[in-house]
C-alpha cells in the first residue's frame, strides 16, 4: 500500500502552510532523511524530511500552493514491493484530521470545587497528657533538638549547607549536631546556593532525606529554581513516581539593621506554588514539633524560621515525640470581638495588640497559622463566624501576601459573616531601609495591629 | 609519562598534572571496546531503535498529536548506548536534560508508553502530565528527563551523594548538552564533586548548538572535557558517532570512578540532524554540514558497516529494521489510541501526603 505524506506543522500553532517547493519529483527513489519539500509559514521555512524509504509516486498538492491545511494528503509514497496504485488518491484538498488528536480545550472543563478531592480532615495537635513537665526552651534548641531526634530514628536524614557543621551554624542552629552525628550526616558546602540545593534535592529523589539550611532565605533566591522546578514539581510530573521529601530551612523577613537585601519574607512566594508545603512557626514548641513532622513529610517542605525569634525562650512539653500536624492553625488567643490571623513573628505581636486590646474592653482572638500551604482555611472562618472581624498581621509586604490570600477566603468563603471589612496590617511597601528610625516606620509593630483591631471594631 | 592525546597538542600547564590526562591515555589506548557480535547487533539494534522512534516522533508531531516542545535524538544514538550499555542496571542511576527520549529507550523501557507520553495519554508513563521533556522511571533508576537547562546536573550530584551515602556502589551518569555546559550551577555542581568525591560521571553531549548558537559562539573553551581541570577533574575527549569507541570511554571513566577516585568528565562530540526542537527551522547551519554529517558519520551507518565487516548480510540487517519499524508503529498506534488522561487526574499528584 502507498503511504500518504501529509502536510506537517512546523510548531504546535501552525493550521496551513505554503507548499513552496518540491526537492523530489514523481518516480524519484527517496531514502529516509531525504528532503521532500520546502514548507512555509509566515514565520519560518522548514525542509519537510522523507521518513520512508520507496518511490515518490504522486505529488497531489503542486508547488507554490498556499493554505494548505496540516495534515492534507500532498504525496503517496510507494513502498517496497508496492506495485505503483491505480486507486484513486484521496482528495487533496480535505485535510484529515487525525481522529484521535487531543482537543486543545477540555470539552467542559472540570469545575475545580466538584472535582477536587475532598481534603482529609485537618488532624489535632496530639493530646498533652496532664502532669507532663515542659522545658522552657528557646526556638533554636528547639529547632535543633527536632533534628537531632529525627536523626536518631532515620538514619536516611542529614544536614546540609553553609557553616552547618564546624562553625555550629551562622546562628547556632545546628549546635553540637556535627559532634553528634560526624561529617558524613552534618555536611559544610560551599557558599553554592543554586548548587546545594540541587544537590540535597537530587538527594531526596534518589531516596534521602536532606535537610537543607539556608544561612538565610535571602540567599535561596540564588537556589528557588530547585526549590520551585525540581522539588516541588517532579512528583506531578512524573505521575507520582518521583518523590522529594526534603526540608529547606533557615531563617525569613527581617532581622535587624541588615538592610534590604538581606530582610524579605518569601511566604507568599513559596506559599503560591502547587507542590509545597510551607510552614512558618512563632514559638518553640511550634518550631519543634513542626520540624519534627516537616523532616518526616514526603513532600518538600519549606520551613521559615525568624532570627529574631531564634533567642526567645517558651515552654516545650517533654515528650517522647512530639509531632504536630502540619496544615493546622493554632488558636494562641480566645476572644470574641474580633480576629487576629498572623503567623511567625507577628504572633508575638498580636498577643501584645490583644492585650492592650483587652485593657480597652476588646477581646480579641489570635490565630497563628503554623503553615501557610495548605492553608488552615476552616480555623480562620471558624473565628470570622464567631466575631464576625477580622484583620491579617503579617511581618512582609501587603502586595499579593498571604494577608491578602485571606481576604480573597474571606470574601469567597465567609462574606456573610462579615460586619467590617477585613484589613490588613503589613509592612511598609519598600525595600527595608537600613536607618534605625525608617527601619522601624517599615515594619509592623502591636500599635498598629491594635489600631486597625480598633478600625474594624468601629472603636 | 603517559602519552599525552594524540589529536591537540597540551598547553605547559596541563603537562604538569598527570592525574587530568591519565583516564585520556589510558582511553587512548584501547579506543575501541571489543564488542561480541551479539553485543554489536544489540548496540545496532538499539540505536536504529531509537533513530525510528525519533522518526516517528517527528511525524506525529508534524500531525499535531505531539505538542509543545519535543527535542529529536536523532544522531546522538551511539552516546547513549554507548554508555548505558555499560552501567550496572542494579546499581547506577542516570539523569538528563529534555532531550530524554534515546535515554530512555536505552534501557530498554517500551516504546509504546513513552511514545504514549508524548501524546500526552493516560498510558505515558508520567499519565500524561509530563510529556517529551519530564519522563521518568524510578524502577530502572531513570531520574528525568529534566526542562530547566544544567538543573540535571546539580541533581546528579545528589544522586551521586546518595549513591556514596548509602554505600551501595552505584555511580550516577549525568548528561548535560553544550549548552548547558555554560550554567553556573554546573561548575557549583564540579566543585561539590571532587571536593566530596562523589561517584558521577559527568556526560557533554556536544552536539555543536546551543538551540541556534554555535558553540564557538557561545563558549570560550569548546573542548569541553577541559573544562573540569579547575576542579581537578579528570576529562576524556571522545568521538561521540563511534559506540564502540563511546563504550570503550564509558569502560574507563566507570572504572575510576567505581574505584572510589572522584568523578569524571566525559565529552562525547556528536551532531543533531534534526533542529533543536521541531519548531526549529535551523537557518543557523548549512544543509551541507549536516549531509556531511549524516554521510560520514552517522553511527548506525558506521556500524553497519563494521557488521557487514564481520559478517552478518545486507539482509539480516533489514530483517532488524523491518521488526524496528512494526514495533515503532505499534508503539504510535498505541500512543494516538489510548486515551487521554481522566479529568480527576488534574488533582492527583500534587502532594503525596493530605493535610
Known amino acids: 500500500m502507498a503511504i500518504e505524506l501529509k502536510m506537517p506543522a512546523l510548531s504546535p500553532t501552525m493550521e496551513q502552510g505554503t507548499l513552496a517547493k518540491w526537492l523530489k519529483q514523481e518516480g524519484d527513489r527517496i531514502e529516509p532523511g531525504d528532503i521532500l519539500a520546502e514548507i512555509e509559514t509566515d514565520k519560518a521555512t522548514m525542509e519537510f524530511e522523507a521518513i520512508d524509504e520507496g518511490v515518490l509516486e504522486k505529488i497531489l498538492v503542486a508547488a507554490g500552493t498556499e493554505d494548505v491545511a496540516v495534515g492534507a494528503v500532498i504525496a503517496l509514497i510507494a513502498g517496497e514491493g508496492d506495485e505503483p496504485s491505480a486507486a484513486p488518491a484521496p482528495t487533496p484538498a480535505e485535510a484529515e484530521t487525525p481522529a484521535a488528536a487531543p482537543a486543545s480545550v477540555p470539552e467542559q472543563a472540570p469545575a475545580p470545587k466538584a472535582a477536587a478531592p475532598a481534603r482529609a480532615p485537618a488532624a489535632a495537635d496530639p493530646a498533652i497528657p496532664a502532669g507532663t513537665t515542659l522545658t522552657s526552651t528557646t526556638v533554636r534548641e528547639a529547632l535543633r533538638d527536632a533534628m537531632a531526634e529525627e536523626m536518631r530514628r532515620d538514619p536516611r536524614v542529614f544536614v546540609m549547607g553553609e557553616e552547618v557543621a564546624q562553625y555550629q551554624g551562622a546562628y547556632k542552629v545546628t549546635q553540637g549536631l556535627l559532634a553528634e552525628f560526624g561529617p558524613k550526616r552534618v555536611i559544610d558546602t560551599p557558599i553554592t546556593e543554586y548548587g546545594f540545593a540541587g544537590i540535597g534535592t537530587g538527594a531526596a529523589m534518589g531516596g534521602l532525606r536532606p535537610i537543607v539550611e539556608f544561612m538565610t532565605f535571602n540567599f535561596a533566591m540564588q537556589a528557588i529554581d530547585h526549590i520551585i522546578n525540581s522539588a516541588a514539581k517532579t512528583n506531578y510530573m512524573s505521575g507520582g513516581q518521583m518523590r522529594c521529601p526534603i526540608v529547606f530551612r533557615g531563617p525569613n523577613g527581617a532581622a535587624s539593621r541588615v538592610g534590604a537585601q538581606h530582610s ?104 497563628d497559622l503554623r503553615t501557610l500551604r495548605p492553608l488552615d482555611k476552616q480555623t480562620m472562618l471558624d473565628s470570622l463566624a464567631k466575631t464576625n472581624r477580622l484583620i491579617v498581621a503579617e511581618e ?64 | 609519562m603517559a602519552k599525552q592525546p594524540a589529536k591537540k597538542s597540551a598547553t605547559a600547564a596541563d603537562d604538569a598534572d598527570f592525574m587530568l590526562h591519565s583516564l585520556q591515555a589510558a582511553f587512548e589506548a584501547k579506543k575501541r571496546y571489543d564488542a561480541s557480535p551479539e553485543e554489536m547487533l544489540e548496540f545496532y539494534r538499539q540505536m536504529l531503535l531509537i533513530r525510528r522512534f525519533e522518526e516517528k516522533a517527528g511525524q506525529l508531531y508534524g500531525l499535531g498529536l505531539i505538542g509543545g516542545f519535543c527535542h529529536l535524538y536523532i544522531g546522538q544514538e551511539a552516546v547513549a548506548i554507548g554508555l548505558q550499555s555499560a552501567l550496572d542496571n542494579e546499581r547506577d542511576s542516570v539523569i538528563t536534560g529534555y532531550r530524554d527520549h534515546g535515554h530512555m529507550l536505552a534501557y530498554g523501557i517500551d516504546p509504546k508508553v513513552i511514545m504514549a507520553e508524548l501524546t500526552g495519554r493516560e498510558a505515558g508513563i508520567s499519565k500524561g502530565k509530563g510529556g517529551s521533556m519530564h519522563m521518568f522511571s524510578t524502577e530502572h533508576k531513570f531520574y528525568g528527563g529534566h526542562g530547566i537547562v544544567g538543573a540535571q546536573v546539580a541533581l546528579g550530584g545528589g544522586l551521586a551523594l546518595a549513591h556514596q551515602y548509602n554505600n551501595d556502589g552505584g555511580l550516577c551518569l549525568a548528561y548535560f548538552g553544550d549548552g548547558a555546559a555554560n550554567q553556573g550551577q554546573v561548575y557549583e555542581t564540579f566543585n561539590m564533586a571532587a571536593l566530596w568525591n562523589l561517584p558521577i560521571v559527568f556526560v557533554v553531549e556536544d552536539n555543536q548548538y546551543a538551540m541556534g548558537t554555535a558553540s564557538s559562539r557561545s563558549s570560550a573553551e569548546t573542548r569541553f572535557h577541559r573544562r573540569g581541570t579547575a576542579f581537578r577533574i579528570p576529562g576524556m575527549e571522545v568521538n561521540g558517532m563511534d559506540v564502540l569507541e563511546v563504550r570503550a570511554a564509558a569502560e574507563v571513566a566507570f572504572a575510576h570512578v567505581r574505584a572510589g577516585k572522584g568523578p569524571v568528565l566525559m565529552e562525547c562530540n556528536t551532531y543533531r540532524y534534526r533542529g533543536h526542537s521541531m519548531s526549529d527551522p535551523a537557518k543557523y547551519r548549512t544543509r551541507e554540514e549536516v549531509q556531511e554529517q549524516r554521510d560520514h558519520h552517522d553511527p548506525i551507518e558506521g556500524l553497519k558497516k563494521t557488521l557487514i565487516e564481520a559478517g552478518k548480510t545486507e539482509d539480516d540487517l533489514k530483517a532488524i529494521d523491518k521488526a524496528i519499524r512494526a514495533e515503532v508503529a505499534s508503539a504510535a498506534d498505541f500512543a494516538e489510541t489510548s486515551p487521554e488522561p481522566g479529568a480527576a487526574e488534574l488533582y492527583t499528584d500534587v502532594l503525596v501526603e493530605a493535610y
Open chain 1, 396 to 459: 512582609g509586604w501587603p502586595t499579593c501576601s498571604i494577608a491578602s490570600e485571606i481576604i480573597s477566603i474571606c470574601m469567597e468563603e465567609g462574606f456573610d459573616h462579615l460586619d467590617a471589612p477585613v484589613l490588613r496590617v503589613c509592612n511598609e511597601d519598600v525595600p527595608l531601609p537600613y536607618a534605625a528610625n525608617l527601619e522601624k516606620l517599615a515594619l509592623i509593630d502591636p500599635a498598629r495591629i491594635a489600631a486597625a483591631a480598633r478600625k474594624v471594631c468601629y472603636k
Open chain 1, 264 to 367: 524579605q519574607n518569601y511566604g507568599p512566594w513559596y506559599a503560591s506554588v502547587p507542590g509545597l508545603i510551607v510552614i512558618a512557626p512563632f514559638d518553640a514548641a511550634d518550631a519543634k514539633g513542626l520540624m519534627k513532622a516537616a523532616i518526616r513529610c514526603e513532600d518538600p517542605v519549606v520551613f521559615l524560621e525568624n532570627e529574631l525569634v531564634y533567642g526567645r525562650s517558651f515552654d516545650v512539653p517533654d515528650m517522647d515525640d512530639y509531632v504536630l500536624p502540619i496544615g493546622k492553625a493554632r488558636i494562641m488567643r480566645e476572644g470574641s470581638d474580633v480576629t487576629i490571623v498572623t503567623y511567625s513573628i507577628g504572633v508575638g505581636m498580636a498577643l501584645e495588640a490583644a492585650a492592650t486590646l483587652a485593657d480597652e474592653g476588646i477581646d480579641a482572638e489570635v490565630i
